[in-house]
């Protein structure tokens, strides 16, 4: 089954308040609520943009994808790549007990990413 899942992408953001966030950007308590805790049935597609545009994140980044009991679907299945594992997305327990140099290297990987992609919008 598909589902709406924003809480990773808040966590790597490091935005503790995610409810108040999206009230902030206009979302109403009702939506933010649902939005939140991956209850809604349909999603609209100018939430989903808004969402992308907050989070500077892509639509597909937004939903993650659990196969049914019995589901099976071959293993280069497109609805695959939306199955996602929680360590992934949580940047911080990844960087809790790496040395404090090494996460000086992990910044400079992506400050340099971060150039790179600027120089590519540029071009």
Same mark, same amino acid.
């Given at each position: 089954?598909?589902?709406? #899942?924003?809480?990773?992408?808040?966590?790597?953001?490091?935005?503790?308040?995610?409810?108040?966030?999206?009230?902030?950007?206009?979302?109403?308590?009702?939506?933010? *609520?649902?939005?939140?805790?991956?209850?809604?049935?349909?999603?609209?597609? +100018? *939430?989903?943009?808004?969402? $992308?545009?907050?989070?500077? $994140?892509?639509?597909?980044? &937004?939903?993650?994808?659990?196969?049914?009991? #019995?589901?099976?679907?071959?293993?280069?299945?497109? &609805?695959k790549?939306?199955? /996602? /594992? %929680? %360590?992934?997305a #949580?940047?911080?327990?990844?960087?809790?007990?790496?040395?404090?140099?090494?996460?000086?290297?992990?910044?400079?990987?992506? =400050?340099?990413?971060? +150039?790179?992609? %600027?120089?590519? =919008?540029?071009?």
């Amino acid at each position: 089954m598909l589902f709406l #899942n924003v809480i990773p992408i808040f966590r790597a953001r490091g935005i503790e308040r995610p409810h108040t966030y999206l009230i902030k950007a206009g979302f109403t308590p009702h939506s933010a *609520h649902y939005i939140l805790h991956g209850k809604t049935r349909s999603v609209r597609l +100018d *939430h989903i943009e808004k969402l $992308c545009k907050l989070l500077i $994140c892509e639509p597909t980044d &937004l939903f993650v994808w659990y196969p049914g009991k #019995n589901e099976i679907l071959v293993d280069n299945h497109p &609805l695959k790549k939306l199955i /996602r /594992r %929680e %360590e992934e997305a #949580n940047i911080h327990n990844l960087i809790a007990d790496v040395p404090f140099k090494d996460i000086a290297k992990i910044a400079a990987a992506i =400050k340099e990413q971060k +150039d790179d992609q %600027e120089t590519k =919008k540029e071009a």
